[in-house]
């Protein structure tokens, strides 16, 4: 039987207090909860069955709003932006912060079905750039050497996810957390912890899980805010509320859910979003992972017709911020 090890950043503090670590099976994350399998069978079932929603998606026409412009990075208000798929701009008491940066095609190769709401130059002064895991719909080599070109950010992301980022840039600044970890950071009014998700990562075939995979949770004054990353459904939310008792805002996926054999492990359909929001018990819920890039079986536009509905049925307890890209939230 594969000997089990403990991984996690000894320069950090770890907030519960009976993790050992992120266990690792020969040099593979693995959940303690839930080992995702990454089986060959489910993706060739996938790419050679006929989706049921296939018509449907071929007609469907509907597309993400763009609010074109960058006035967003020229005030001071606290704000969250939406950039499309996992990509944001937040700002908070003045430090700027990009979450998972993917600006334009992914790896130059899968279309990109809404703009950038301003050029990738306009992205200066960036304190903190966050990834969440090494998928290339997240983790984007071109975003990130541009972003670094003309920012000096400090990269904030999971263990062994900060030494591949590293490849790319020359004198990068990294700091990799294992779940439940806290950075440590030289701001007396901001903390971030990188927190579990049921995914996984990978670059190519051959490397599943070599990377871990996570969520943030940002502090900053009283004002907590969950940036979701990748996730199926699972009891980790629940926990991550009775850590963080007062979420204000929570950035959470709802879209490359279908076919679902394939899917529901490791992301949220829409119902699923928003039961996630509500164990959270959050105040305010950001939809994302939908419209950006087409991923997966869902029309297009199904997530955000779906969230309009539950809305409508008043089955959504807390505000619903469907954002446009580009739109700017204030906090």
């Known amino acids: 039987m594969a000997k089990i090890t403990y991984h996690h950043n000894p320069a950090l503090k770890t907030i519960l207090p009976e993790w050992k670590g992120n266990p690792v099976i020969n040099g593979r994350f693995i959940d303690p909860n839930k080992k995702f399998e990454g089986k060959f069978s489910k993706a060739l079932k996938w790419k050679t069955s006929k989706s049921e929603k296939a018509e449907e998606k071929k007609n469907d026409k509907w597309r993400l709003a763009v609010q074109k412009g960058n006035s967003f990075l020229k005030q001071k208000e606290d704000c969250i932006v939406w950039l499309g798929h996992a990509s944001f701009f937040i700002q908070l008491n003045g430090i700027r912060f990009l979450t998972d940066p993917v600006f334009g095609r992914i790896s130059g190769v899968v279309a990109r079905y809404c703009e950038l709401p301003c050029a990738i130059s306009d992205f200066t002064n960036i304190d903190y750039v966050l990834l969440s895991h090494a998928h290339r719909d997240h983790c984007d080599a071109s975003t990130l050497k541009r972003l670094a070109a003309q920012n000096n950010f400090t990269l904030l992301t999971s263990l062994n996810t900060g030494k591949l980022v590293s490849g790319w840039i020359d004198d990068l600044k990294f700091v990799e957390a294992g779940w439940y970890q806290q950075y440590n950071l030289p701001h007396k009014n901001l903390q971030m912890t990188f927190l579990p998700t049921q995914h996984w990562s990978n670059r190519y075939l051959w490397d599943l899980n070599e990377t871990l995979y996570g969520s943030f949770m ?38 490359a859910y279908e076919p679902s054999f394939m899917m529901q492990d490791v992301h949220t359909n829409p119902h699923e979003a928003v039961q996630v929001f509500h164990d959270l018990k959050a105040k305010t819920l950001i939809p994302m992972h939908y419209g950006t890039f087409d991923l997966a079986d869902e029309p297009m536009g199904e997530p955000y017709r779906v969230l309009k509905q539950l809305e409508a049925e008043k089955k959504i307890n807390g505000d619903l911020r469907l954002l446009e890209v580009g739109e700017m939230m204030k906090i």
């Open 218 to 255: 940002i502090e900053a004054d009283g004002t907590n805010i969950f940036f979701g990353g990748d996730s199926g459904y699972c009891n980790y939310p629940k926990q991550i509320a009775s850590l963080f008792p007062n979420i204000d805002v929570a950035m959470i996926g709802a879209g």
